[in-house]
């Protein structure tokens, strides 16, 4: 298995510009997540689906994230408009078992 | 906020056990010990959980205290690919919450 499969690896763009993050979870899993990094706040769960419905999407910091995942291979993270301080590491990771996620490697987005 | 409390940096010789400490005084009957790393610029990676029993794996060793209140993660040999920060979580796995509420987690440095 691949793994789980983001995309891109980074992204640099210019404020107020649409950004679109995409993940595809290892097959069979059943959970996918989506996570935030940075320096200062660590990690932050985003949102989580299960079954490609939204379970919880409390960790969502405003309007501007929205996060789609229309069939079970596959997920997307939108940003719009994009700002400075979204600028982090976007992880995604999915699961079978309560007991292990497997992580992405990672979307390194810079917003100028 | 995060239920685990974990050094924020340790160091260990190469070939040493590295012994990685967390107190978590507050966990509930139902809740499971989990053991995440996460090397520099990757995604987390999972290790190791349990919830009373001590656990081995090929990976590491958990031991937990006869009174669930903290936890030890045991990496027999290190390396210095074991270089990473290491998480303690603590949660319950059942049901539809997969939420994990991750601290900050300790630096350990693994030296020639």
């Known amino acids: 298995d691949a793994g789980v499969i983001q995309s891109p690896r980074h992204e640099v763009t210019e404020m107020g510009q649409e950004v679109t993050l995409r993940c595809k979870p290892i097959s069979g899993h059943d959970y996918l997540f989506w996570y935030r990094q940075t320096m200062m706040r660590g990690l932050e769960l985003l949102i989580y689906f299960n079954n490609n419905v939204p379970i919880d999407d409390s960790g969502m910091p405003e309007d501007r994230f929205s996060a789609k995942m229309p069939n079970a291979s596959f997920s997307t993270l939108k940003i719009q408009p994009s700002e400075p301080r979204d600028s982090a590491v976007y992880f995604c990771?999915?699961?079978?078992?309560?007991?292990?996620?497997?992580f992405g490697s990672g979307t390194r987005l810079t917003v100028v | 906020d995060a239920k685990t409390t974990q050094p924020t940096s340790m160091d260990c010789a190469e070939g040493r056990a590295a012994n990685l400490p967390c107190n978590h005084s507050?966990?509930?009957?139902?809740?499971?010990v989990y053991w995440y790393r996460q090397i520099h610029s990757q995604g987390p990676q999972y290790i190791i959980h349990g919830l009373k029993n001590n656990e081995t794996n090929e990976m590491a060793s958990l031991i937990i205290t006869e009174d669930r209140k903290s936890s030890t993660l045991i990496l027999p040999h290190a390396t210095l690919r074991d270089t990473a920060v290491y998480y303690c979580i603590v949660r319950v796995a059942a049901g539809n919450n997969r939420k994990l509420i991750w601290g900050l987690g300790t630096s350990l440095a693994v030296n020639p």
């Open positions: 507050t966990i509930s009957g139902n809740e499971y």
């Open positions: 990771a999915s699961s079978l078992t309560p007991y292990g996620y497997t």
